[in-house]
């Protein structure tokens, strides 16, 4: 991990340099999956804010904003979703995708000792998102093929998740 990488609550006043990074439609999807609009405007943002299972978080580079996700909670499932992740436009390729999920499960699994895995969607044509969840730990279970409409094309969505002892063992300090 960078030593100048951290993360702390997302500040709602931030709220207009992520909405900047979400250019059109295909953007708008790619971050927050098909029921996202675009221009997803404040009144979606503050629907996000107001859901009770969702807290919002901000990766950071030297203390600025780099990135931002959602970590949603499904208790009767022991599940936490990793969601609407993204990076600054300049940030990227950098590796903080690795960072950012890495991150995220650390957060929800010290947050909640009952929590047993974290799970996420991400679209197969994303293959840096993918490769940056693999190296965080999280291994394919599926997918859900042309489900997701985008303009003229059918994305398809792959599932993703660690569990509690996979993220344990992916975290153990090296004997």
């Known amino acids: 991990m960078p030593p100048e990488f951290g993360v702390r609550k997302f500040d709602p006043a931030e709220w207009p340099v992520v ?12 971050w927050g999956g098909p029921w996202v609009t675009f221009p997803v405007d ?6 996000m804010i107001a859901d ?29 979703r990793l969601g ?3 990076i600054a436009p300049e940030l990227r390729g950098r590796g903080l995708g690795v960072e950012l999920a890495r991150a ?4 929800a699994f010290r947050r909640d000792p009952e929590l ?5 969607q991400v679209y197969a044509h994303n293959a840096p998102a993918r490769a940056a969840y693999r190296r965080a ?3 394919v279970e599926g997918a859900l093929r042309e489900d997701v409409p985008v303009g003229d094309a059918l994305w398809t969505t792959v599932l993703m998740a660690v569990l509690r002892p996979e ?3 992916h975290t153990a300090p090296a004997a």
């Open 19 to 30: 909405a900047s990074w979400i250019a059109d439609e295909a953007g708008a999807v790619a």
């Open 42 to 47: 404040q009144a979606q943002f503050e629907r």
């Open 52 to 80: 009770p299972v969702r807290t919002l978080w901000t990766p950071t580079l030297g203390g600025a904003l780099a990135g931002h996700f959602q970590l949603a909670t499904d208790p009767r499932r022991r599940t936490v």
């Open 84 to 86: 609407r992740v993204a």
């Open 104 to 107: 995220a499960c650390d957060i």
């Open 116 to 120: 047993h895995r974290v799970e996420l």
């Open 137 to 139: 730990g999280f291994s």
């Open 167 to 169: 993220w344990e063992h």
